[in-house]
C-alpha cells in the first residue's frame, strides 16, 4: 500500500455543511422530505416525485407497477450496463432480454432493437451510461408504435439533457441514483420522476406500505457517509484504494435489493442538492473541456470513456494509473450475459460489441477533485500508451 495523493475514479461534490444538515434530519426529516420532493418536482417539471433507498430500488418499484398495468413480461436492455438493471428486472419477477450497442455512443444498436421488440415487450430501458444521452427520440418513436413502456435509467445522468429536455423525463417514467459518486450523492437513494398518473398511482400502492429505516440505521449510514466524504479525498483515498476487502472499483451483482423510503437524514444531506448539482456540472464541464482538446468528449461526462486498441493496452494505462493515483479505471467487467448470476439466462447468446467493450474501456474522471497537475499526469499516461 503506497501512502500518496490519490484520485478516486467518480465524486460527487459533498460538504461539511451537507454532514451536518444530515445530523437535522434527525428532527427536521420530514419537512426537508416535502422540500425536497417539491424542488425535484419543479426542476424536473413532473407531477410525481417518489425518493426511496436505492437507484435498483427505484427502478425494482417501477418495474412492479408496470407490470401490474400490462400482461407482457420481457424487458430489452443494453448487453452493457450497470448490473443492478438485470437485478431489478429479475427482483420484479419479469424476463431480461438484450440488445447489443453501438461502439461510439453506448446507445443501443437500434437495428437490432428493432428486432428485439415485439408483442411480449413490456417495456425498453435506455440507461445514458456515463451520463452520455440515449437517443429518446428514436426509442419513443419505436416503442410507441407498439405500446410498449420507456423507463430511463438517468442513474448516471442527473442534469443531463437530450435536445434541451432533461434525462429522466423523456420516456414514461425515470429514476436517478444518489449513491457514492454520482452526480450529487447521499450516500445512497434513489428518486422516481413521472408526468404518468397511471403509473404514479400503481406506484404509489407500493411506496406507501414502504417503511422508513429506523434511527440507529440512519445514524450508521450517517457516520458511513461522513467516513466516505473524508476518505474519497485524494489525500486520503490512497487508504480505502489499497484496502482488498472493500472491493472498491470492482462490480458485483447484488444478489439482494433493499426497498425503503428514502431516510430523514439523507433528506437533509440533500439540503443543498441544487448547488451541488451545478458544482458537479460546472467541475466536469472544465475538466471535460480539457481533455476535449485531445480526444472526443464535450459534455459533462461522470467519467469519460476511452475504448483502447486492444485489452493489453486498456490494462497497461488502468495498472500506470494505479500506480501513480490518477483515478483511471475500468467499468463493467463483462456483458450482462457473461455475469455468473446470469449466465443461465442467456445460453449461447453472444453480443459482441458490449464484449469487446468490457474488455477494451477505461474511463477518465472529470469530477472535481482534479487539478491541472492531474490533468497534465493523466493526458501523459494516454499519449505513453
Not at 15 to 28: C, K, N, R, S, T
Not at 187 to 193: A, E, K, L, N
Request: aromatic fraction near 10%; glycine fraction near 6%.
Amino acid at each position: 500500500m503506497r501512502v500518496h495523493r490519490t484520485l478516486p475514479p467518480t465524486a460527487a461534490p459533498l460538504h461539511p455543511v451537507d454532514i451536518l444538515y444530515g445530523f437535522a434530519g434527525i428532527l427536521f426529516g420530514k419537512k426537508y422530505l416535502r422540500k425536497l420532493k417539491k424542488e425535484l418536482g419543479d426542476y424536473f417539471s413532473v407531477k410525481h416525485v417518489f425518493l426511496v433507498s436505492s437507484g435498483k430500488a427505484a427502478l425494482t418499484i417501477i418495474l412492479k407497477a408496470i407490470k401490474d398495468i400490462d400482461s407482457r413480461r420481457e424487458v430489452i436492455i443494453p448487453a452493457y450496463t450497470c448490473y443492478s438493471v438485470p437485478a431489478a428486472i429479475i427482483k420484479a419477477g419479469l424476463i431480461v432480454k438484450l440488445c447489443d450497442i453501438d461502439v461510439d455512443t453506448f446507445d443501443f444498436n437500434y437495428e437490432e432493437l428493432k428486432e428485439k421488440v415485439n408483442k411480449e415487450t413490456l417495456c425498453v430501458i435506455p440507461s445514458h451510461l456515463f451520463g452520455i444521452p440515449s437517443d429518446m427520440g428514436r426509442i419513443n418513436r419505436l416503442c410507441s408504435e407498439m405500446k410498449i413502456y420507456v423507463i430511463e435509467d438517468a442513474a448516471q445522468a442527473m442534469g443531463g439533457r437530450y435536445k434541451g429536455k432533461l434525462l429522466g423525463t423523456i420516456g414514461d417514467v425515470g429514476l436517478f441514483s444518489l449513491g457514492r459518486g454520482k452526480n450529487i450523492t447521499s450516500g445512497s437513494g434513489g428518486i422516481i420522476v413521472t408526468n404518468s398518473n397511471r403509473i404514479s398511482d400503481v406506484i404509489n400502492q407500493y411506496y406507501s406500505d414502504l417503511k422508513y429505516t429506523s434511527t440507529l440505521k440512519e445514524l450508521i449510514e450517517l457516520f458511513k457517509l461522513t467516513l466516505m466524504n473524508i476518505f474519497i479525498h485524494p489525500l486520503f483515498y490512497w487508504l480505502p484504494s489499497g484496502i482488498k476487502l472493500l472491493k472498491l472499483g470492482e462490480t458485483i451483482y447484488p444478489k439482494e435489493i433493499s426497498i425503503t423510503k428514502m431516510s430523514r437524514i439523507k433528506a437533509g444531506v440533500l439540503k443543498n442538492w441544487q448547488n451541488n448539482l451545478i458544482e458537479s456540472e460546472i467541475n466536469r464541464l472544465e475538466n471535460v473541456y480539457y481533455f476535449n482538446k485531445y480526444i472526443k468528449p464535450i459534455r459533462p461526462y461522470l467519467r469519460i470513456p476511452l475504448v483502447c486498441e486492444n485489452t493489453n493496452k486498456r490494462d497497461r494505462i488502468a495498472f500506470s494509473s494505479r500506480q501513480e493515483g490518477l483515478g483511471m479505471s475500468l467499468m463493467y467487467p463483462r456483458p450482462i450475459n457473461e455475469v455468473i448470476e446470469l449466465k443461465e439466462y442467456f445460453t449461447g447468446e453472444e453480443y459482441p460489441i458490449a464484449k469487446m467493450i468490457s474488455e477494451r474501456l477505461v474511463t477518465i474522471p472529470t469530477h472535481h477533485y482534479i487539478n491541472e497537475n492531474d490533468r497534465k499526469a493523466i493526458l501523459d499516461t494516454l499519449i505513453k500508451y
